[in-house]
Structures are given as C-alpha cells and as structure tokens.
C-alpha cells in the first residue's frame, strides 16, 4: 500500500483524517455506509479505529476520490473482493511549480498596473 501508516493498534479519527486526507465527518459518514468500518469505543466514547480499519478508509478514498466510484460502486467492488491498489499522493512536479511561478508574477505585474490607474 501507498501510505505510510504508523505502527499502533488504534487510531483516533483525528489520526486516521490526516492519513486518508479527509474530514472526521467524512471518515463518520463512511462508518454508515461501510459496515465492514468498525472502530471500537473508548470508555469516553471516542472511536479507535483498528489498522485494519484504517487500510479499508485508504481503500474507500482511493475508489471514490482517484477511481470515480459512486459509493454504491465502491460498496459493490469491495464485496466482490478484487484489489484496490492506493497510492500516496504525489508532490507537484518542478515543472508545475515553475508554470505557477510565473502564473503568480503574471498577475502580480496585473495588479500593480490596476494599482497605478486608480
């Protein structure tokens, strides 16, 4: 798998949002939709989610954010039991951070002429 999750035996939602690069309430609402997502209880009732659980929640993002699954799709595919692969998100390349350089003096340069015409 693409990510590099840390070593534990449970993960607080907040965690497990940083991995997966999602928000909690997203995280909450695949617990509704997902039943195989089963994270246990605290006794303050916070959710400890197993490594296990984590892996599935990098599934499910990869099919609906990368792979353009509906969730019912995604649903569908994971019962079916084929492999999703994930893959870390890859930094912009050189290339692009140059064209967004420019881009950025660009408009600089624009604003500074609406500057002067007022």
Sequence with gaps: MGF?????LYYKIGEVSKLAEVAPHVIRYWETEFRQI????ANSNQRLYRR???ELILKIKTLLHTKGYTIAGARKYLKSGEKVTTHAPQPAPDDANRKLGRIKSE???????LEQKK
């Design 107 to 113: 408009l600089l340069l624009l604003y500074k002429q």
């Design 38 to 41: 089963t994270p246990k209880r």
């Design 52 to 54: 296990e659980d984590v």
């Design 4 to 8: 590099n999750i840390p070593d534990k």
